[in-house]
């Protein structure tokens, strides 16, 4: 897939700026999430990531899956799911970090479609596409397109810079001296 899109693709090779923490079990419940959309039949899926923000960037701790419509290429959120992920983000006072979807190939920019039809733009709000439908899973992190809205517009970063940004956390670090 090509993908839609009839504006030019904004990129963002910078290797400082706004950073996204994101613990490694996420990134294995995000993936059955999206895999999740369409029962038996390919779709793409939507997940939202609820977080904290840091002076640095953004720091996301869980994954909320809206009730949408999806099809092989596309995905839908009505107003009434998008006020569930708020009062849900709001019970857990979290805000809105991230939303993750899925493409049906290879393809991982943002279509004009997902531009327009982001749930919210504001300034250091992440948007990451994952290609095949999620089935190959997320990592590492450069297959995926990590974009971020910043003046007015998604940019999607470079490899370099999700290396440099975009930081998978694991879930702990055994130091003791005997597993050197």
Do not use: K
Not at 28 to 47: C, F, K, Q
Not at 65 to 81: I, L, M, N, Q
Not at 155 to 173: D, E, K, S
């Amino acid at each position: 897939m090509t993908g839609s899109r009839l504006l030019p693709i904004l990129t963002d090779e910078r290797l400082r700026g706004p950073r996204l923490w994101i613990p490694e079990p996420l990134l294995s419940e995000t993936e059955r999430l999206l895999r999740s959309y369409g029962g038996a039949d390919d779709h793409e899926g939507i997940v939202y990531w609820g977080g904290i923000e840091t002076s640095g960037g953004a720091v996301a701790l869980t994954a909320l899956s809206p009730t949408a419509a999806t099809t092989w290429g596309s995905f839908r959120t009505e107003a009434s799911a998008n006020a569930d992920v708020v009062l849900a983000l709001a019970r857990h006072e979290l805000t809105l970090v991230a939303q993750v979807h899925s493409h049906p190939g290879d393809w991982v920019d943002h279509s004009d479609g997902d531009d327009a039809g982001a749930l919210v733009r504001f300034q250091g709000f992440w948007s990451l596409v994952v290609p095949r439908f999620a089935r190959s899973g997320m990592q590492p992190l450069q297959r995926v397109g990590i974009h971020l809205f910043e003046e007015g517009a998604f940019r999607r970063l470079g490899q370099n810079a999700v290396t440099a940004r975009v930081h998978v956390l694991p879930v702990m670090v055994d130091l003791r001296e005997e597993e050197r």
